[in-house]
């Protein structure tokens, strides 16, 4: 986003600078070249609509609004395919290209390989690409990532959005439509899962319930059993003392006949 902020202003300006100016002259191609040499300035479909610059079209000057659109949507290897029909690009421009070339390879994958970017960007060797990524791409704020030299690739983290391309608005729209579909059904999976999980804590809480107030019945039960027993026992004791006694008053009196004396008349 801070990359989009500090374009604003830029853009504005060069807007109302190819508003301004009338009639196919070097004015709108010195405009077209400052716009595309500026080195803080990576979008361009704003000053491409300004009607003025139609006034270029059918001129020798034709060739710098097919320049621009270059920069608006092209990469370095569009540039060198057309490179015969296109103005010759100054130093300035010929970087920011391949700065604009790495954002484009930014969109399609993260993590760009350095044999593909020495490729696409037509640099000599690693460390000068490495240079460029460091100091034309990461310094500037285009782009955030890591150079990985054991995988000799650029992993990337974050990355400047370019102009959109004709059509590219409805594919990110279809994109964004499917995204919200998939999220709609995942969460859709979700709800159910929770639900599902509730249900079946409900029911664990249920069966808890159930088995403490079988615990409690079962504990009820044996301190029942227990106190029967315990009387039954203390019932026992106390019949078995009382057969004890009877038995010790019937052995007495059974010694007191033996000694009673006979009298016979």
């Known amino acids: 986003m801070e990359i989009e902020q500090k ?14 100016l009338n009639g196919p002259g070097p004015a709108l191609v010195k405009l077209i070249v400052e716009a595309t040499s500026h080195p803080s300035l990576f979008a361009f479909s704003e000053i491409l609509s300004v009607p003025n610059l139609l006034q270029l079209q ?5 060739v710098y609004i097919d320049l621009l659109r270059l920069f608006a949507h092209g990469t370095w290897t569009d540039y060198k395919r057309n490179a015969a029909h296109l103005p010759q690009l100054v130093p300035d421009q010929a ?9 484009t390879l930014a969109e399609m994958n993260k993590v760009l390989s350095y044999d593909q970017l020495l490729k696409e960007l037509e640099v000599a060797n ?10 034309e791409c990461m310094y500037v704020g ?11 690739c650029f992993e990337v983290q974050f990355a400047a959005g370019r102009d959109l ?15 919200l579909d998939t999220s709609d059904n995942v969460l859709s999976v979700i709800q159910d899962k929770i639900k599902w999980a509730e249900t079946m804590c409900e029911e664990d809480k249920k069966h808890k319930m159930e088995v403490k ?12 059993k227990l106190a029967s027993n315990q009387f039954r026992a203390q019932q026992d004791n106390f019949f078995f003392e009382l057969d004890g006694e009877m038995d010790s008053e019937e052995d007495l009196s059974r010694s007191k006949r033996k000694r009673s004396p006979k009298y016979y008349f």
């Open 7 to 20: 374009q604003a202003p830029l853009i504005e300006q060069f807007v109302k600078q190819a508003s301004t």
């Open 58 to 62: 059918g001129t020798e000057s034709s």
């Open 95 to 103: 970087v920011k290209l391949k700065q604009l070339s790495v954002l």
């Open 126 to 135: 690693v460390r000068e690409l490495e240079d460029f990524l460091i100091n």
């Open 142 to 152: 285009i782009v955030k990532g890591k150079l990985n030299q054991l995988r000799r």
């Open 165 to 179: 391309r004709h059509g590219q608005l409805e594919n990110m729209m279809q994109s964004l439509t499917n995204w």
């Open 213 to 224: 107030s079988h615990l409690q019945d079962v504990k009820k039960s044996v301190h029942s």
